[in-house]
Structure formats: structure tokens, C-alpha cells
């Protein structure tokens, strides 16, 4: 269980290609959603905390575009791109919590949330198993 070394650690990187930057985009992706995470629970008495984190989330998708730090880069960008989606949704709410008119999106923005949260699950699932099913044929 101690084991000081375990055998394959760090293989993550072996999906990202080459270049420091590349190999290190964990890394940065973390510290973004770190800082997302932040500003969201700590700035979520200001109402204008949403562009923060829509505009950090929106640096993340740019830097993924410019780098391409991965071997296959449609997974990450659909799930940036979702990010952005959930966390713009997040800062309409915020922008309408005041609002005493009832109107069709925001009476059905809880149900288009939950729709696109399930539809990036079935998404991920998909590509895992794409991914797996291509692993074991290559082997």
C-alpha cells in the first residue's frame, strides 16, 4: 500500500503531446478550475463574480485552442465548451434572482441545466468507451 513509487505513475502524461507546456496542462487546467472554484465561493456575494468565472473558464478554452495539448482534443474542448455553458447559465441566475417576472427560460432553466449536465455525462461516456474499444483493439 506504501509503496514510495508506484509502478506507471505519471502516466497521465502520455496523453498530451510534447512540450513542457503540453506535458504540464494538468496542471494549469487545475490551477484555472481551482480559481474558478475560488471566486465562485468566495465572491458569490458580488454579482458580477459570474463574468469572472466565465472569463477564467473562457482563457481555458483559448489556451486549450492555442496549445493543443492533448492527442485527441474534441473530449476537452466539448467539456470546456460545457463549462462555459453551465457556468454563463450560472451567472443569467444570478443576474435574475430579483427579477419577479416569470418567463419561459427561466422557468425551464433548471431542466436545460440538468439536460446539458446529462448530455456532457453520456458524451464522456461515450468517448471512454470509444477509447477503450480502440485500446483493445490496438493490442
Known sequence: ???KS???FGEYKDFFKDGSVKKNWYVIVSLIRTSICVVIGYFSSVDLCGYVAVGLASV?????LIV???ES???PFVN???????????QYCKMIKN???VTISSTYIALFLIGLLVLALLFNLICMIVWKCQSWRST
Open 60 to 64: 481555458l478554452l483559448l489556451g486549450q
Open 68 to 70: 493543443r495539448p492533448y
Open 73 to 75: 482534443n474534441i473530449r
Open 1 to 3: 500500500m506504501f509503496v
Open 6 to 8: 508506484p509502478n506507471n
Open 80 to 90: 470546456n465548451l460545457i463549462l462555459i455553458a453551465v457556468l454563463s447559465i450560472y
Open 99 to 101: 427579477s419577479t417576472e
